[in-house]
């Protein structure tokens, strides 16, 4: 008998209207001074969420993790946590805890002590907390480190005890500031599936401060992009890297080719004319764009494809000289100059051992992709 089919299910409550949100930002300013570090800035977060604040230093993620914590006050507008006002309630009487990049371990006390640290001054009854401990070492897998003191266990280890701590009092919401920076990169890759698996276990909703845009990238249900104060664009990490709404998120996460021109009408779409001689770029948009109109176009190294003779089935060629390779193991990034200078970056995945492989410096290429393959953008 055929099994029925499951319909999978898709977690995203910000597109619910009648879901109600956990975090709300509504109109918060934060200055020091005569320096505005979070500018009239308004944003939900749900229950359950894995919400990444993601930006470069200075771009105000971390005071707005702050303000979250209790540690500062908004100079103006609310924050809400459940419906209530938490501006007014100091850090301890809140609902929320903070996981420090520095883990701040007590270097004296075992692990089984750490994580049992917070408990023993709050309410817990006495006879519930080692039952509350060992169901965190578990949950972190860390059963058998339990009697160890910090210095005695790895890197990793000391985070997943961290994690362990902050989310013994059951908090419900955890704040996460550069959690993995201090790990080497293998293992802030391993790290990074641990603390989702983690997050959709305990139904906790996290929210991540980083600059690493791959670990957003890889951990958020959502990111939010800031620039000085500012919110650019809140999304999936999908709609992030594939649909940026404009140069300096599309330029901010991953590696992208940005090339500037004018922009005609044409049935579908528009035509980009970047430079004089060279065939124009078709493009697919949704956008209201006039005849002349100055545009950006992004599109990523991998949408290009690299080969001898133009594919016929692309809308969109370009010819040039291979001028370096960046060799990166899976995939091999070829950097080619078109007729006008223009500098184009196209990635391919390395099906091929290295003697097989088809272009090397100074040939000459041809570059094709799709009209949907770039996003066309205004700001």
């Given at each position: 008998?055929?099994?029925?089919?499951?319909?999978?299910?898709?977690?995203?409550?910000?597109?619910?209207?009648?879901?109600?949100?956990?975090?709300?930002?509504?109109?918060?300013?934060?200055?020091?001074?005569?320096?505005?570090?979070?500018?009239?800035?308004?944003?939900?977060?749900?229950?359950?969420?894995?919400f990444?604040?993601?930006?470069?230093s200075?771009?105000?993620?971390?005071?707005?993790?702050?303000?979250?914590?209790?540690?500062?006050?908004?100079?103006?507008?609310?924050?809400?946590?459940?419906?209530?006002?938490?501006?007014?309630?100091p850090?301890?009487?809140?609902?929320?805890?903070?996981?420090?990049?520095?883990?701040?371990?007590?270097?004296?006390?075992?692990?089984?002590?750490?994580?049992?640290?917070?408990?023993?001054?709050?309410?817990?009854?006495?006879?519930?907390?080692g039952?509350?401990?060992?169901?965190?070492?578990?949950?972190?897998?860390?059963?058998?480190?339990?009697?160890?003191?910090?210095?005695?266990?790895?890197?990793?280890?000391?985070?997943?005890?961290?994690l362990?701590?902050?989310?013994?009092?059951?908090?419900?919401?955890?704040?996460?500031?550069?959690?993995?920076?201090?790990?080497?990169?293998?293992?802030?890759?391993?790290?990074?599936?641990?603390?989702?698996?983690?997050?959709?276990?305990?139904?906790?909703?996290?929210?991540?401060?980083?600059?690493?845009?791959?670990?957003?990238m890889?951990?958020?249900?959502?990111?939010?992009?800031?620039?000085?104060?500012?919110?650019?664009?809140?999304?999936?990490?999908?709609?992030i890297?594939?649909?940026?709404?404009?140069?300096?998120?599309?330029?901010?996460?991953?590696?992208?080719?940005?090339?500037?021109?004018?922009?005609?009408?044409?049935?579908?779409?528009?035509?980009?004319?970047?430079?004089?001689?060279?065939?124009?770029?078709?493009?697919?948009?949704?956008?209201?764009?006039?005849?002349?109109?100055?545009?950006?176009?992004a599109?990523?190294?991998?949408?290009?494809?690299?080969?001898?003779?133009?594919?016929?089935?692309?809308?969109?060629?370009?010819?040039?000289?291979?001028?370096?390779?960046?060799?990166?193991?899976?995939?091999?990034?070829?950097?080619?100059?078109?007729?006008?200078?223009?500098?184009?970056?196209?990635?391919?995945?390395?099906?091929?051992?290295?003697?097989?492989?088809?272009?090397?410096?100074?040939?000459?290429?041809?570059?094709?992709?799709?009209?949907?393959?770039?996003?066309?953008?205004?700001?």
């Amino acid at each position: 008998m055929a099994q029925p089919h499951k319909t999978p299910v898709v977690f995203a409550p910000w597109e619910n209207p009648t879901e109600k949100p956990l975090i709300e930002f509504k109109g918060v300013t934060k200055r020091f001074g005569d320096f505005t570090a979070i500018d009239n800035l308004t944003l939900n977060i749900y229950q359950r969420e894995f919400f990444a604040l993601l930006g470069p230093s200075g771009c105000g993620k971390t005071t707005l993790m702050r303000m979250l914590a209790g540690f500062e006050d908004p100079t103006e507008g609310a924050i809400l946590l459940g419906g209530q006002d938490i501006v007014p309630v100091p850090p301890n009487k809140r609902p929320v805890n903070m996981m420090f990049q520095s883990y701040a371990l007590f270097p004296h006390l075992s692990v089984w002590d750490n994580i049992a640290f917070g408990l023993r001054r709050s309410d817990m009854p006495r006879d519930q907390i080692g039952e509350r401990v060992q169901e965190m070492l578990r949950l972190t897998r860390l059963e058998s480190f339990a009697k160890r003191k910090p210095h005695q266990i790895s890197g990793g280890q000391r985070q997943r005890v961290a994690l362990a701590r902050s989310l013994a009092k059951a908090p419900r919401l955890l704040l996460l500031d550069e959690p993995l920076g201090a790990l080497d990169k293998k293992l802030r890759n391993e790290t990074q599936f641990e603390l989702m698996d983690i997050q959709e276990k305990t139904g906790t909703t996290f929210v991540i401060v980083t600059h690493d845009q791959e670990e957003a990238m890889t951990v958020a249900s959502r990111i939010a992009v800031m620039d000085h104060g500012k919110l650019i664009q809140v999304d999936t990490p999908a709609g992030i890297y594939e649909a940026p709404n404009s140069v300096y998120v599309a330029d901010f996460i991953g590696d992208v080719n940005i090339i500037e021109g004018n922009a005609k009408r044409i049935e579908g779409g528009i035509e980009i004319h970047y430079a004089e001689g060279a065939a124009p770029i078709r493009a697919m948009t949704d956008l209201d764009i006039a005849d002349g109109q100055r545009v950006s176009y992004a599109i990523r190294p991998e949408k290009i494809a690299v080969s001898s003779e133009p594919l016929t089935d692309r809308a969109n060629h370009a010819r040039g000289k291979i001028i370096d390779i960046g060799y990166l193991g899976h995939l091999s990034s070829y950097f080619v100059t078109l007729g006008n200078g223009q500098k184009v970056e196209a990635s391919m995945t390395n099906a091929r051992r290295l003697s097989r492989r088809d272009f090397t410096w100074d040939d000459q290429v041809c570059l094709s992709w799709t009209d949907t393959a770039g996003v066309v953008l205004t700001r």
